[in-house]
């Protein structure tokens, strides 16, 4: 599966294959992402007894492998750091 970027006159001005799009910023960066908490159970399976109804915040890498989770982006954020990752949020 290919991704294709177009530029502003509307050509195709490359194309990125998945893997290519999943390696961007890996290593480098960290994306925080706030979760519900049924979603993070998805993410991650080992997390037991978690509330039902509260909001989490998932340190997750460039290639969207979760790393870490937290009750506040605060904390995500200096996880990231203090990892040597820049932080990036998803909206």
Known sequence: MNYEI???N?????????LDFARL????????????????HAMF?????LP????????VAADGTPLS???????AIATA??????PVSVH
């Open 81 to 86: 750091i203090e990892n040597d990752l820049e």
């Open 45 to 49: 399976p080992a997390l037991k007894g």
């Open 25 to 40: 910023g890996g290593g480098e960066y960290a994306y925080i992402r706030r979760l519900a908490s049924d979603e993070a």
């Open 69 to 75: 989770i937290s009750d506040s982006r605060t904390s």
């Open 10 to 18: 509307d050509n195709i001005a490359e194309a990125m294959s998945a």
């Open 52 to 59: 039902a109804g509260i909001d989490l915040f998932a340190l």
């Open 6 to 8: 177009e530029n502003d």
